[in-house]
C-alpha cells in the first residue's frame, strides 16, 4: 500500500477508485465498505484509493471554536489505521491536511480540486450520511450529479449493523469508553489494540519492580483509557501477556501526554535488560480492569500495580486464548 501526505505527488495513481472518510478505526461497517471498494476497483481494473484527514475534521472545527473539548476521543492513531486499511488490501491512501483552506471549499471546488484534478477519480463509493465541503453543504445528491458531468459513478452504501445495532465510530468509542471490551471486539471484528514504537521513558517501572514498555498515543484525546489486561506482539514469536495503563499517569506527572504503559508479566530473558526498546510492538486491550487512579505515593502505586498484576494473571488463566 502507498501512503502520500497530498496529492501533489508524482507517483500517485492518476486515476482510481476512490472513498472518503475519516476511518476512526476501521470498524466492520468501513471494513465492508473497503470490501466493496476493492472489488469495484478490481472490476474496473483501478487502483483502489482513500482519502482521509488529519487531523480529524471535528478536531479542527473544536479548536477554531476555542472549545477543544468537542472533538472527539481518537480511537486510533494515524499508524494503526493506515495499517488496518492495508490489512483490508487498499492499494493507496492519501492523507489531506484538514485546515482552513480545505474547510472553506465549497462542494464544486472539492468535487474539481480533489477528487478530479487532485485524486483522478473514477468510481466514488461514500457511506449514507456522506457530507462534504464548506458548510457540509454537499450531499450524494450533488455529488452523484457532478460524477454524470465530470465523468466519474458513484456509489452509496447503507449502513452496517451487528444484532441490529448500526456499526459507527461513535459506538466504537461509547463502548471503549465504558470498557466494554467485548462489545468493541464485537464492533472492529478483532481485538482492539495500540501500536507503535517503544520509547525510552523514566525507568521509573524498573524502580518499582515492574519493567514497562512506553509506547506514545499521538492523541491528547484517547477514546479508551484505564488499566488493561493486554496480548502483546512483536517482541518474540508468540504474543506476551501484560498488564498496562493508558492514560496521563496522575500519581507522577502532569504533562497531559498520553502514554500507553505496559507491563509483560514474563519478560523473555533472551531480550534483557534493553531488548524492547525500539522495536514496534502491537498491544491487544483485551479486558478492562478500572480506571487510572492516583496514589498518594510511589510506594502506594507499587502495591497496585502487583495487585493489577495478580488479577491480569487471574483473568487471563480464566480466559485462555
Given at each position: 500500500m502507498r501512503?502520500?501526505?497530498?496529492?501533489?505527488?508524482?507517483?500517485?495513481?492518476?486515476e482510481c477508485a476512490l472513498t472518503i472518510g475519516n476511518f476512526d478505526g476501521v470498524h466492520r461497517g468501513h471494513q465492508a465498505m473497503l470490501a466493496l471498494l476493492t472489488n469495484e476497483a478490481s472490476h474496473r481494473k483501478l487502483p483502489s484509493c482513500v482519502l482521509t484527514f488529519e487531523p480529524h475534521p471535528r478536531d479542527f472545527f473544536a479548536v477554531r471554536a476555542g472549545k477543544p473539548e468537542l472533538a472527539?476521543?481518537?480511537?486510533?492513531?494515524?499508524?494503526d489505521k493506515l495499517g488496518e486499511l492495508e490489512r483490508c488490501g487498499i492499494a493507496q491512501v492519501v492523507v489531506l491536511r484538514f485546515d482552513e483552506q480545505?474547510?472553506?471549499?465549497?462542494?464544486?471546488?472539492?468535487?474539481?480540486?480533489?477528487?478530479?484534478?487532485?485524486?483522478?477519480?473514477?468510481?466514488?463509493?461514500?457511506?449514507?450520511?456522506?457530507?462534504?465541503?464548506?458548510?457540509?453543504?454537499?450531499?450524494?445528491?450533488?455529488?452523484?450529479?457532478?460524477g454524470a458531468t465530470a465523468g466519474f459513478d458513484v456509489a452509496r452504501m447503507m449502513s452496517y449493523e451487528v444484532h441490529g445495532l448500526r456499526v459507527s465510530s461513535s459506538a466504537v468509542r461509547e463502548a471503549l469508553a465504558v470498557g466494554d471490551m467485548e462489545r468493541v471486539t464485537s464492533l472492529l471484528g478483532r481485538p482492539f489494540s495500540i501500536s507503535g514504537h517503544v520509547q525510552h521513558g523514566r525507568k521509573l517501572g524498573r524502580e518499582l519492580g515492574f519493567r514497562t514498555l512506553n509506547l506514545r498515543f499521538q492523541h491528547a484525546k484517547p477514546a479508551a483509557h484505564g488499566i488493561f489486561v493486554v496480548r502483546v506482539h512483536g517482541l518474540t514469536d508468540a504474543p506476551l501477556p501484560g498488564v498496562a495503563s493508558l492514560g496521563v499517569?496522575?500519581?507522577?506527572?502532569?504533562?497531559?501526554?498520553?502514554?500507553?504503559?505496559t507491563h509483560c508479566l514474563d519478560w523473555p530473558a533472551g531480550l534483557g535488560d534493553e531488548g524492547g526498546y525500539g522495536r514496534v510492538v502491537r498491544v491487544e486491550l483485551l479486558h478492562k480492569l478500572h480506571d487510572e487512579r492516583r496514589y498518594e505515593s510511589l510506594e502506594a502505586l507499587r502495591e497496585a500495580i502487583a495487585v493489577d498484576e495478580a488479577n491480569a494473571r487471574r483473568w487471563?488463566?480464566?480466559?485462555p486464548t
Open positions: 501512503v502520500f501526505r497530498g496529492f501533489h505527488h508524482p507517483g500517485i495513481a492518476r472527539p476521543a481518537r480511537i486510533a492513531n494515524l499508524r480545505l474547510a472553506s471549499l465549497a462542494p464544486q471546488a472539492f468535487i474539481d480540486e480533489v477528487l478530479v484534478r487532485g485524486l483522478g477519480a473514477r468510481y466514488v463509493l461514500v457511506g449514507d450520511d456522506f457530507r462534504f465541503g464548506a458548510r457540509r453543504a454537499g450531499d450524494y445528491a450533488m455529488l452523484d450529479a457532478a499517569r496522575p500519581t507522577v506527572e502532569d504533562s497531559g501526554r498520553v502514554l500507553l504503559e487471563l488463566a480464566a480466559h
